[in-house]
């Protein structure tokens, strides 16, 4: 009955009043003002941050070779000479471990980058140009789709014989682009009918500008959050790929260091710390994508903000009551 | 807060169908939330239309969706009362609160076209609805649904179209005929009609007018468009930054409008025939209701509050006025009204 | 004639496919539409919705191609013009404002960007002077001051304002002809005077042709001199506005002119006949008058042939066999 709607937000009854006002504040740019603003993805850039710090002062904090071959210091557990222990080879687990960030954060970066990048110029093209454009993405994207990615993966790193991050990184991307290109055509088309994109026609803008200049602005939170999403989505397939050894395991990395703590049994020894420090490394910068994912989400979708919590205020404290409150403007 | 107990909580009204006594209603939390509802008396009798008007963001919608108890937080009732039928619906049990949402009250919303399924036959709709609420056999529930399909002037036989093949003035009486189906003695309508053209506006309210004589049920009819209440309503709530600040039957508040923001509003209508003057409509715009204007919230967009008359300028600007009886049924809050008609 | 007229519209139609492949239909949204707009008049192009009296508006604002039919634009026809040059001298002065006053700004932009694009586009003034002209033209539409609105985000202002940085922005090009689709009914009743004076104002001081699209005929007789009332995609009835609305021609009109509330006439008596047809009137039409199956004065020759817009008094002009027969 009457009821058949009551998800009506009866906070519209609202919106017409004087709206927020912007409190430009401190030198913060818009976009990291609003992650800041957010409790998850501010949790997330911290521990996001934490790992990028680590894997870049990583050659100052690492034994120099992390794969060095010591009888005398093999199978170690975690003291005060091997923060993490050692493997059974000898080598120091913690210069694995962060060295191991490097490679980690440089493949997600690149793999998310060009996956995010070849999602939104098909997609957003595909939705502007419709017509044949539309349905030679569409078909593109479908294939990808249905096509199941870790087999495909473990088939392409079979037959692909070099095993280097750059092709790891085309590879990850091949298969991940699909998912990010739909979701991002789908915005754009609703964007595009929105009267703005008219508006702009009418005032003598250029296509390119139109794309460029009006659509994309308002799709940045949307790709970003595409862009998180494929940097995890990659760390987790490639750890899950040199795991199971399909790829060059002679390298220093987190799913290296796991396979060969699998191959050689270590737990079945006692020795839980091959396994668990590079797994909690992993899981940590895993987790802290998650959370700015969510955050990125939360302020993506006017109806997950957490907006108007008593937390604010605190936040206020913390910040000085100057943070940049835009979320309104991210649609 | 201090001000609602200085406010006459409905004492002198007998009390009718329905009756909000001192209702406020908050947005948010912290030490701003914003009052969409702040502190409002209104009373309706059996059987009677009461019109609500008012611009966007004036809280007319909350009122009727704390009516309805569907607040969602962040909105929630922070004083006041609601009664019907002199038993106060604050604190009800969640299947009291269905009960009375079905047999008591029911809503139309101005979106509630879209709010039909897609997927399912209409009739199929009216029958989920009614089993729902009360034990009755598909098949009567189905001969029922094509009676008030007839009544609000739709075919019968449009119980097996898919909402899709009818138009959205169609659609619109759809839900109203579902609104009506349990008898209910109130009927919100929230808007009902603003989204339809106006000859299909016209037809859909000379029907609920029909069946409102034929069935007896009472309207609370809240829109922005006061000349549509002025045909329509027995008596006129004007609503203002979440305060009423004038109440009069209609056809009086037409040639005797008191207060200035009813006047301005007034005056916001072209008419239709007649000598053309060019008209003002009401400067500035609404207040934010996080911080709204001391005094009286109406004063920085009153055309009568000049800071040459320092009276009632500090008045005006410090003061909140009450509603106050002027006439039998005529309640104006506005300084400048108290001060010659007391 | 196109000294007189910037804007002129010969026989426009535009039809809508719809269905599916197999069971093709079209819609007649614009149908041998004519009309013209002329400097410092407004005209009121009035309908329900679908009668297609937006689609007029796009095909106008060059957003829409026409099926057939043209668009004169100081004698000469724009509505096939492809190259971008040609496109865009015709925005410079063809302009359009849009119903949604939260739809038609970008969100992320903000008030700047959008008064300032038109002057950078059609290169109204040197680049060191847009930021003055921005303020300039912020002011004259009433937002004050520009400095700090100029600042702003959409999301940060009224509905009210919102349209008047969309007038801003239409004006940016010091265009002759405005389109307003529907350009206050999603506004407050408080603030949509603001607005029609505003374009009154406009028109006085500028000399611009308004086309006002509407469904108020009430605001449309305050702003306007002239009216087109469309139905089906049909124009049934045009004239000066005030000859129109007192004595309507086409039933249609009267239908419209009944239905509307007004508190000035109100009577209880003024019942209007409850609806017998519908709008899918414009959906693949037969010969006959599109009105036919709601009218009540329709006789039998209605159905026959397609009545014309004939001159029945001077200037206004009706479609329809009964009250302005052909002679």
Redesign the interface.
């Known amino acids: 009955m009457s009821q058949l709607d009551p998800t009506l937000d009866p906070a519209l009854d609202l919106s017409l009043e004087a709206p927020r006002r912007i409190r430009r504040g401190f030198h913060v740019p818009g976009w990291l003002a609003l992650l800041l603003s957010n409790t998850k993805s501010r949790l997330g850039l911290a521990m996001v941050g934490l790992v990028v710090v680590v894997a870049v002062i990583a050659p100052w904090i690492s034994v120099a070779d992390p794969n060095g071959f010591s009888l005398l210091a093999a199978r170690q557990a975690p003291s005060w000479n091997h923060l993490f222990g050692t493997t059974d080879q000898g080598s120091d687990i913690f210069s694995q471990v962060v060295i191991g960030a490097r490679r980690s954060l440089l493949l997600g970066f690149f793999a998310a980058a060009l996956a995010t990048s070849t999602a939104a110029v098909l997609g957003i093209t595909a939705a502007l140009l419709g017509g044949l454009v539309d349905d030679v993405v569409n078909v593109l994207i479908n294939i990808f789709l249905v096509i199941p990615p870790i087999p495909l993966l473990v088939v392409m790193s079979g037959y692909v014989q070099d095993h280097g991050m750059t092709t790891m990184i085309v590879v990850l991307a091949l298969v991940l682009w699909a998912f990010e290109a739909r979701i991002l055509r789908a915005q754009a088309l609703s964007l595009k009918s929105r009267d703005f994109v008219d508006a702009a026609r009418a005032s003598g803008e250029s296509t390119a500008r139109i794309v460029f200049g009006e659509l994309v602005p308002n799709m940045i939170s949307r790709i970003a959050a595409a862009f998180v999403l494929v940097f995890y989505i990659a760390l987790l397939v490639d750890a899950g790929l040199e795991f199971l050894g399909l790829a060059d395991v002679s390298k220093t990395s987190w799913g290296v260091t796991l396979y060969w703590a699998q191959t050689n049994s270590t737990v079945l020894q006692g020795e839980w710390w091959p396994f668990f420090f590079p797994g909690a490394a992993l899981a940590f910068t895993v987790l802290g994508l998650v959370l700015l994912l969510a955050g990125i989400d939360e302020f993506t979708n006017p109806r997950l903000r957490s907006e108007h919590k008593p937390h604010r205020s605190r936040l206020r404290m913390l910040f000085g009551g100057r943070l940049a409150t835009r979320e309104e403007g991210v649609s | 807060m201090t001000i609602l107990v200085e406010q006459p909580s409905g004492s002198r009204r007998k009390t009718g169908l329905l009756e909000l006594r001192g209702l406020a209603v908050e947005y948010g939390f912290g030490p701003r939330p914003a009052r969409a509802v702040d502190g409002v008396d209104l009373a309706l009798q059996e059987g009677e239309v009461l019109g609500l008007a008012g611009e966007s963001g004036c809280g007319k919608t909350t009122i009727a969706n704390a009516v309805l108890q569907i607040l969602r937080p962040p909105a929630r009732i922070a004083a006041g009362s609601i009664l019907f039928e002199g038993e106060d619906i604050l604190g009800k049990s969640t299947d009291d609160l269905r009960r009375y949402r079905w047999r008591n009250v029911s809503m139309v919303l101005q979106s509630a076209m879209n709010a039909l399924n897609p997927v399912m036959r209409v009739g199929d709709q009216f029958v989920d609805a009614m089993r729902a609420h009360e034990k009755i056999n598909r098949k009567r529930a189905l001969a029922r649904a094509g009676e008030l399909l007839e009544l609000v002037g739709i075919d019968h036989r449009r119980v097996s179209s898919y909402p899709h093949q009818l138009s959205g003035g169609m659609r619109q009486r759809v839900v109203i005929a579902m609104a009506l189906s349990l008898e209910p003695e109130l009927i919100i309508l929230d808007e009902p009609t603003t989204a339809l053209d106006v000859v299909v506006q016209r037809e859909i309210l000379q029907q609920v007018e029909a069946l409102k004589r034929d069935f007896g049920f009472a309207v609370l009819f809240i829109t922005h468009d006061l000349s549509l209440l002025l045909e329509f309503a027995d008596r006129i709530a004007i609503m203002y930054a979440g305060e009423i600040v004038e109440t009069a039957p209609a056809a009086r508040l037409a040639e005797n409008p008191q207060h200035p923001y009813t006047q301005g509003l007034l005056r916001s209508f072209p008419p239709l025939s007649g000598p053309l003057t060019p008209l003002t409509g009401i400067p500035g715009s609404p207040p934010d209701l996080r911080d709204p204007p001391t005094g009286c919230r109406f004063h920085p967009r009153c055309p009568h509050c000049l800071p040459e008359q320092a009276d009632l300028y500090r008045r005006q600007t410090t003061e909140r006025p009450t509603l106050r009886v002027i006439e039998q049924g005529h309640e104006v809050a506005c300084h400048l009204v108290a001060e010659g008609a007391e | 004639m196109t000294a007189a007229a910037p804007l002129e519209v010969q026989s426009l139609t535009k039809h809508f496919p719809i269905g599916s492949a197999v069971r093709r239909a079209h819609v007649h949204a614009v149908d041998d539409v004519t009309f013209e707009l002329r400097p410092g008049t407004i005209t009121a192009l009035v309908g329900?919705?679908g009668s297609g009296k937006s689609t007029v508006a796009?095909l106008l604002?060059?957003?829409d191609e026409p099926s057939s039919g043209a668009v004169l634009f100081e004698g000469s026809d724009v509505s096939h013009v492809r190259r971008?040059r040609d496109?865009?001298r015709y925005?410079?002065q063809v302009?359009?404002i849009?119903?949604?006053p939260f739809?038609?700004?970008?969100?992320?932009?903000t008030v700047r960007h959008h008064v300032e694009?038109?002057l950078r586009?059609?290169r109204v003034v040197p680049s060191n002077q847009v930021e003055q002209r921005v303020h300039e033209l912020l002011r004259t539409v009433g937002l004050v001051p520009p400095e700090d609105v100029a600042a702003?985000?959409p999301?940060?202002?009224?509905?009210?304002?919102r349209q008047r940085v969309?007038i801003a922005?239409a004006l940016a090009?010091e265009p002759k002809v405005i389109l307003a689709d529907e350009p206050i009914s999603m506004l407050?009743?408080?603030?949509?005077?603001?607005i029609?004076?505003l374009m009154a104002r406009l028109k006085e001081e500028h000399g611009i042709a308004f086309l006002y699209v509407t469904?108020?005929?009430?605001?449309a007789?305050?702003v306007a001199d002239d009216i087109l009332v469309m139905y089906a995609g049909q124009i049934v009835e045009r004239g000066p506005i005030e000859d129109v609305?007192?004595e309507p021609l086409h039933p249609y009109t009267r239908?419209?002119?009944?239905?509307?509330?007004?508190?000035?006439?109100?009577t209880d008596a003024q019942?209007?006949d409850?609806?017998k047809g519908?709008?899918s009137a414009a959906v693949d039409p037969s010969e006959g008058c599109r009105f036919r199956a709601r009218c009540p004065l329709a006789i039998e020759i209605c159905s026959q042939t397609t009545p014309q817009l004939v001159e029945a008094r001077p200037r206004h002009a009706a479609r329809c066999h009964v009250t302005a027969p052909a002679s």
Do not use: C, M, W
């Open positions: 329900e919705s796009r604002a060059h957003l971008r496109v865009l925005r410079s302009q359009i849009f119903q949604d739809g038609s700004l970008n969100p992320v932009k694009r038109p586009i059609h702003k985000y999301h940060e202002l009224s509905g009210g304002q969309s922005r090009v407050d009743v408080s603030i949509r005077i603001g029609l004076n469904h108020d005929l009430a605001s007789r305050y609305l007192s239908l419209l002119l009944d239905a509307v509330p007004d508190p000035a006439t109100k019942e209007i409850l609806r519908d709008t």
